[in-house]
């Protein structure tokens, strides 16, 4: 069992740098491939980016390459969403997730992820 708890959302000016943390428990922690994801206000929610957990390969959504940068720590249990030149399109609830996929199309798809976090909000005024 693993439980995840993401911190480090807030308001941000667009252009700006937020970067999201998702602390996790459990010892199998390395087993896990993590993953961002994110619900927009009024939409469905949507895949950010994703490192797989067993050769340590990033993924993104084509709408934050470039711009976003996910990276784990297996020692310390952490996940980490670096966002920079954020614009108000990427206001939204951010998720973390814990989950065994390893390559496209499962890791980018919120079903394939058991264990989930609250959520914490990001917004980026214009």
């Known amino acids: 069992q693993v439980q995840v708890a993401e911190s480090g959302g807030g308001l941000v000016q667009a252009g700006g740098s937020l970067r999201l943390s998702c602390a996790a428990s459990g010892r199998t922690f390395r087993s896990y491939s993590m993953g961002w994801f994110r619900q927009p206000p009024g939409k469905e929610r949507e895949f950010v980016a994703a490192v797989s957990w067993n050769d340590g390969n990033t993924y993104y959504a084509d709408s934050v390459k470039g711009r976003f940068s996910i990276s784990r720590d297996n020692g310390k249990n952490t996940v980490a969403l670096q966002m920079n030149s954020l614009t108000p399109e990427d206001t939204a609830v951010y998720y973390c997730?814990?989950?065994?996929?390893?390559?496209?199309?499962?890791?980018?798809?919120?079903?394939?992820?058991?264990?989930r976090g609250q959520g914490t909000q990001v917004t980026v005024s214009s």
């Open positions: 997730a814990a989950g065994l996929p390893t390559y496209h199309p499962g890791i980018s798809a919120w079903e394939n992820y058991t264990y």
